[in-house]
């Protein structure tokens, strides 16, 4: 079943290619999207846009409400669902939920479903699982064509997620629209590029796997990255990581940064390279070691980077896709450099059924 991976894991990486040109032909023929029409009714009359999930799924709808609110001007609230639940919900005038989960079976994701559907608010999940308790309960229901996803850490379903989100963006878009398609046909074809320079994270991952801290941070999608980045790292490999959005980091990590420390930038907002190069600085005054990850024609970081990994050029919104599949290399690497079973991590269980 692992077809020659060591793990699933890795396997499910490198499916990413796949697993998005599935994705995207669902939502994206001959050159236009398509949606189902009641589900483009919704989204085009919605005043306000409500995402919730967990774990990875929460990241997806992070990225989401920036290239939401950006390309379509729609207003977009996030909010992680074991806090939804428990929250007391204002409901907004032409309210729309999105609820996404790979798995369609998280009891929080599910319990805030029925909330929002009690308070008479439309639902659409976003689910990879046919015929999941989600995709039975909500109104309507957007697949992910991931297909099975077997290890803990969520791979090819965060990515295939952040793709489907980013057609709701360009359905809803107020901007032409022909730019945002063209790149988002692209995006599948540019993380194979990444997946055959794996053997360049690997190493980067074998110099830095026993750092006893590491900092991932950005600002706007990039912060959205870093956190998920710190998940997948944290979650299989056991390393205290962290992440902050870059310009936080006066106002209290830079007390943790030392010589022990790794720092991971995630730089792909062209008009913030400026604002993350003194970030850069300072964690290195400090004496961290510091990746930056940007895209290829970027030259800000060369002077202050100790190792720069460089991204195929996109639309700076859609860099997600590409800027976390060097961090799902790098956790797996370290994972299996440091005698882990990535695709079983301690304590963790692939759907969290339970509260
Ligand atoms: O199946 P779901 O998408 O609802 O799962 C949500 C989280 O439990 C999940 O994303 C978790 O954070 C992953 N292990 C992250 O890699």
Same mark, same amino acid.
């Given at each position: 079943e692992?077809c020659?991976?060591e793990?699933?894991?890795?396997?499910?990486?490198?499916?990413?290619?796949?697993?998005?040109?599935?994705?995207?032909?669902?939502?994206?023929k001959?050159?236009?999207?398509?949606?189902?029409?009641?589900?483009?009714?919704?989204?085009?009359n919605?005043?306000?846009?409500?995402?919730t999930?967990?774990?990875?799924?929460?990241?997806?709808?992070?990225?989401?409400?920036?290239?939401?609110?950006?390309?379509?001007?729609?207003?977009?609230?996030?909010?992680?669902?074991?806090?939804?639940?428990?929250?007391?919900?204002?409901?907004?005038?032409g309210?729309?939920?999105?609820l996404?989960?790979?798995?369609?079976?998280?009891?929080?994701?599910?319990?805030?479903?029925?909330?929002?559907?009690?308070?008479?608010?439309?639902?659409?999940?976003l689910?990879?699982?046919?015929?999941c308790?989600?995709?039975?309960?909500?109104?309507?229901?957007?697949?992910?064509?991931?297909?099975? %996803? @077997?290890?803990?850490?969520s791979?090819? #379903? $965060?990515?295939?997620?952040? =793709?489907?989100?980013?057609? *709701? &963006?360009?359905?809803?878009?107020?901007?032409?629209?022909?730019?945002?398609?063209?790149?988002?046909?692209?995006?599948?074809?540019?993380?194979?590029?990444?997946?055959?320079?794996?053997?360049?994270?690997?190493?980067?991952?074998?110099?830095?796997?026993?750092?006893?801290?590491?900092?991932?941070?950005?600002?706007?999608?990039?912060?959205?990255?870093?956190?998920?980045?710190?998940?997948?790292?944290? %979650? @299989?490999?056991?390393?205290?990581?962290? #992440? $902050?959005?870059?310009g936080? =980091?006066?106002?209290?990590? *830079? &007390?943790?940064?030392?010589?022990?420390?790794?720092?991971?930038?995630?730089?792909?907002?062209?008009?913030?390279?400026?604002?993350?190069?003194?970030?850069?600085?300072?964690?290195?005054?400090?004496?961290?070691?510091?990746?930056?990850?940007?895209?290829?024609?970027?030259?800000?970081?060369d002077?202050?980077?100790?190792?720069?990994?460089?991204?195929?050029?996109?639309?700076?919104?859609?860099?997600?896709?590409?800027?976390?599949?060097?961090?799902?290399?790098?956790?797996?690497?370290?994972?299996?450099?440091?005698?882990?079973?990535?695709?079983?991590?301690r304590?963790?269980?692939?759907?969290?059924?339970?509260?």
């Amino acid at each position: 079943e692992k077809c020659g991976f060591e793990h699933f894991m890795l396997k499910e990486i490198c499916e990413q290619p796949k697993a998005l040109r599935d994705t995207l032909r669902a939502r994206y023929k001959d050159g236009s999207l398509s949606f189902p029409v009641q589900i483009e009714n919704l989204l085009e009359n919605c005043k306000h846009l409500l995402i919730t999930g967990c774990g990875t799924a929460y990241h997806a709808a992070m990225v989401a409400s920036y290239v939401i609110e950006q390309v379509a001007g729609l207003p977009v609230e996030v909010l992680v669902a074991s806090e939804l639940r428990y929250r007391p919900h204002i409901r907004k005038e032409g309210e729309v939920c999105l609820l996404i989960s790979q798995s369609g079976e998280t009891a929080d994701t599910i319990a805030s479903l029925r909330l929002l559907k009690e308070l008479g608010i439309p639902t659409i999940a976003l689910t990879n699982v046919v015929g999941c308790t989600l995709s039975r309960e909500a109104d309507w229901v957007l697949y992910t064509q991931a297909g099975p %996803e @077997i290890a803990v850490a969520s791979t090819k #379903a $965060f990515t295939t997620q952040l =793709l489907s989100l980013f057609t *709701i &963006a360009s359905l809803i878009a107020k901007q032409e629209r022909s730019g945002l398609l063209e790149a988002l046909d692209q995006l599948p074809g540019k993380t194979q590029l990444l997946i055959d320079r794996q053997e360049d994270i690997q190493r980067f991952a074998a110099s830095q796997f026993n750092k006893t801290k590491v900092f991932f941070m950005g600002r706007l999608v990039d912060f959205a990255i870093s956190l998920e980045s710190a998940l997948k790292l944290k %979650e @299989i490999s056991y390393t205290h990581s962290e #992440a $902050f959005a870059a310009g936080e =980091l006066k106002h209290g990590p *830079i &007390a943790l940064v030392d010589t022990s420390t790794l720092v991971v930038a995630l730089c792909t907002q062209p008009s913030l390279y400026a604002k993350m190069d003194s970030n850069i600085k300072e964690v290195k005054a400090r004496g961290a070691t510091a990746l930056v990850i940007t895209f290829e024609d970027v030259h800000t970081f060369d002077d202050t980077a100790d190792a720069i990994f460089r991204l195929p050029q996109t639309h700076p919104l859609f860099s997600p896709v590409l800027s976390v599949i060097v961090s799902q290399l790098y956790a797996y690497y370290c994972s299996v450099l440091k005698g882990n079973d990535p695709d079983k991590p301690r304590n963790l269980a692939k759907s969290v059924t339970v509260e």
